[in-house]
């Protein structure tokens, strides 16, 4: 197993046949196509019909459903890979949007020109990201009232206890963070590092996980309030997401599938949405 800066993983995932492999995982799979639905509904729902909305860590498949009826509207699609942003032009979605290579910590746009900044798919999670960094430049492109869609993992999960209890057998469950990582992670009163794996590749990547109470303080900090919140993996988290990504047991992934319909419904409640594994948050920018 090789482990490798985020950069250089997903410049190699996309300048070969692998990237098509690790879509179509992405998107068949119970746990990765769920929590992609989410992402998208809660997105399109707080876009603008008109104005500038700008994707950081867009990847190969930036939302450019968000576009549709929406002729006023334009996206900008901003990733630190040259190779993830040239697939997106040679998927002829280089004409809806406008790309921009760079990472999520400087962004080369103008002050107060954005009206929405979208930073999900475990963007903030990335070892490569400075979260507060990362926030200061959402903040800044945005306009006084411009809303941000941000996502990120959870530290107190169902997740998160799979992961335990696999360091501590040995990872056969097929996680790869240590059981010195994992002891480490629950003695913090915060977030943390975690080791993962990705689908399709044998490429690992240290991403971080945050509790509730670290993202709404950096939010707080940075100028934004939250407005709502919604949860995956829920009930969802009861399988491993690792072996939904994984599995070919017809089974376990129907019943997957069925725990993630009843998380859109639990995803929303008070309280118990707090439980999932992934978050997404709409956070607006303070008016001066």
């Not at 040259?82 to 002829?92: A, D, E, M, T």
């Not at 475990?122 to 009232?145: F, N, Q, T, W, Y």
């Not at 206890?161 to 059981?179: A, C, F, K, P, Q």
Request: charged residues 25%; neutral net charge; contains cysteine.
């Amino acid at each position: 197993m090789k482990e490798s800066s985020t950069r250089e993983v997903y410049e190699r995932i996309s300048e070969s046949a692998t990237w098509v492999e690790q879509d179509k995982i992405y998107r068949e799979n119970p746990y990765d196509s769920s929590l992609y639905e989410l992402e998208l509904g809660v997105v399109c729902e707080a876009a603008p019909h008109n104005g500038v909305i700008v994707e950081l860590g867009s990847g190969w498949d930036p939302f450019v459903e968000l576009l549709d009826g929406k002729d006023d509207a334009k996206l900008v699609a901003t990733d630190f890979s040259y190779n993830s942003l040239r697939i997106v032009r040679n998927n002829g979605n280089g004409e809806r949007v406008s790309l921009v290579c760079s990472d999520a910590n400087n962004v080369p746009i103008r002050d107060l020109s954005a009206d929405m900044v979208i930073a999900v798919g475990e963007l903030i999670c990335h070892d490569s990201v400075d979260p507060s960094r990362m926030l200061m430049e959402a903040h800044r492109i945005l306009k006084p009232g411009g809303l941000l869609v941000l996502g990120y993992d959870v530290k107190w999960s169902l997740e998160t206890m799979w992961m335990l209890v696999d360091s501590l057998i040995g990872n056969r469950i097929g996680y790869v963070t240590t059981s010195e990582q994992m002891l480490k992670l629950v003695k913090s009163p915060d977030g943390g590092l975690i080791r993962w794996r990705l689908p399709a590749t044998r490429e690992i990547l240290n991403m971080r996980v945050f509790t509730h109470k670290e993202i709404r303080s950096l939010l707080r900090r940075v100028g934004f309030r939250i407005l709502s919140q919604r949860s995956a993996l829920l009930l969802a988290g009861l399988i491993p997401t690792v072996v939904q990504q994984n599995t070919r047991n017809r089974i376990v992934l129907s019943t997957a599938r069925l725990l993630s319909m009843l998380d859109k419904l639990l995803g929303r409640m008070p309280g118990i949405k707090l439980l999932g594994g992934n978050t997404l948050v709409v956070a607006q920018k303070e008016q001066p």
